[in-house]
């Protein structure tokens, strides 16, 4: 719900980043009010840590409309953004950017502050080669029971299993998360992939490969033992502190350990695209803007210039001089930025201006998000607008318009499955995704869904072949 924008304070006469939320995109009063308290307690956890390695809070702030935070700018690049330019550390380098992470933790866990949504878009390489750690908004200080309201809050493939249990946690869920970020920085590949369910019942139920076989160097296979206890699935198994992690690393390194990064494996770059690093919320597929709070220059356009494209906004009287209903493209709006942010504004009103009817300006926000889950649930939370909205004046036919995601609009509001159908479709899916499926199930089949859409919501999280070998067998004993 937030966007970064890199700003200059004209008093202090410093770059900032500042991290912006506009309050008026969130669904209901409790989501807002949610929202904006992680939102704070970013700014108190960050604040109260003073520290070289961890992202400077400089002031906090918010009005009627909008929740800042401004903080320290960073030139550099994210390590997620290393990953996926496919950089493969050398063992000085990983251990030097572990070390670094487990002082940090260290230090924070010191302080009463588990971060909790350690990962890789979280740790930032500057210029110099050392590392900033970023994004508190999830942290728990102290006593805090901030996060323990509504869904698991974390990255999948980070997230500890004691989190997805909803048992107690404490400093070693910062533990599991470092544990994966070494695991992926030894391999070049996540501990844990698949589908956020398929994820889930991994990290709680299997152990991962040794990175030494996963990568093919026998040389590796000293840092096996250190990368499986910081990943075990029982707290007690796992380091009890972020020291104890790295003084077991350095023994096993037994060499002199670099302060930074080798300039041999920087990435230094001025006109980067912004960071696509994953999103802290189970919904994701669209870049996430606080990657790119401390990256480097992330308002640059390709041209190197400090201002990227200038994008217009149709104006309000455009909209309605054309006939459409206001209020209408404001709920779009608001379902639309659970996707991509503050950025649905323009994206709608633009769209608006180029679609003929209500179900072809659906049809080409859909088109927007890049994961099927969540173009389907998107045209699922539209549909019955779809079938009830006025549309624009100038509307020359209503037919149905193919959606990505589902059939056809007309797909979207026809006849629903029957309990016995949903009852059936968990039983299929757990096959596939274990428990968790029934969960799916329940979440899927609600009211108003069309049999259509949600036989596609529940097929969108399985591969190819799965998902064929599912419709047959729905379809055989229906």
């Known amino acids: 719900m937030g966007v970064v924008y890199k700003s200059f304070d004209p008093v202090i006469r410093r770059p900032v980043a500042l991290k912006m939320i506009r309050k008026e995109i969130l669904s209901d009063e409790e989501e807002a009010s949610a929202f904006g308290a992680r939102f704070r307690n970013e700014a108190q956890a960050a604040g109260r840590l003073s520290h070289p390695g961890i992202v400077t809070v400089y002031e906090y702030g918010e009005d009627a409309q909008y929740a800042f935070i401004a903080m320290e700018y960073v030139e550099g690049n994210s390590l997620r953004q290393y990953f996926e330019r496919k950089v493969r550390f050398e063992p000085r380098d990983l251990v030097s950017v572990m070390v670094q992470l487990l002082e940090v933790l260290q230090f924070a866990h010191d302080k009463g502050v588990w971060h909790r949504d350690i990962k890789p878009a979280n740790i930032m390489i500057m210029r110099s080669g050392r590392i900033k750690v970023a994004d508190f908004g999830i942290a728990r200080i102290d006593s805090s029971t901030l996060t323990q309201v509504g869904a698991v809050m974390g990255t999948p493939g980070y997230i500890a299993p004691e989190q997805y249990l909803g048992k107690d946690v404490d400093n070693r869920v910062d533990i599991f998360a470092a544990g994966a970020v070494f695991y992926e920085m030894l391999t070049g590949g996540p501990p844990f992939s698949g589908s956020r369910e398929s994820v889930m019942y991994k990290v709680c139920h299997e152990t991962v490969p040794l990175p030494s076989v996963v990568a093919g160097k026998s040389a590796l296979a000293r840092f096996d033992a250190i990368a499986l206890r910081a990943l075990a699935r029982r707290p007690e198994d796992r380091y009890a502190s972020a020291d104890r992690f790295r003084a077991e690393l350095l023994a096993a390194y037994d060499q002199p350990v670099s302060p930074t990064v080798s300039q041999e494996t920087l990435v230094i770059d001025a006109g980067r695209a912004i960071d696509s690093g994953e999103g802290s919320t189970p919904r994701s597929g669209a870049p996430k803007s606080s990657g790119a709070a401390v990256g480097s ?113 007309a797909a979207v509001v026809g006849p629903a499955p029957t309990a016995e159908e949903v009852a059936q479709a968990a039983r299929l899916l757990a096959v596939y995704l274990g428990p968790i499926a029934r969960v799916l199930v329940r979440k899927a089949a609600q009211p108003g869904v069309s049999r259509a859409v949600f036989l596609a919501g529940l097929t969108d999280r399985l591969s190819e072949s799965e998902k064929e070998n599912f419709l047959k067998d729905f379809e055989r004993s229906s």
């Open 297 to 409: 220059s992330p308002a640059l356009g390709a041209s190197g210039s400090n201002r990227g494209p200038q994008v217009a906004t149709v104006p309000t009287e455009v909209l309605a001089a054309a006939g459409w209903n206001l209020e209408e493209l404001a709920a779009v709006e608001r379902s639309l930025a659970r996707y991509l942010g503050p950025i649905a504004r323009i994206l709608v009103r633009n769209a608006a201006r180029q679609a003929k009817d209500f179900a072809s300006l659906i049809k080409s926000l859909a088109e927007l998000l890049t994961l099927p889950a969540d173009r389907t649930e998107f045209v699922r939370h539209n549909s019955r607008r779809t079938a009830s909205a006025s549309s624009p004046a100038r509307i020359e036919d209503n037919d149905a318009t193919v959606v990505p995601g589902a059939s056809t609009v």
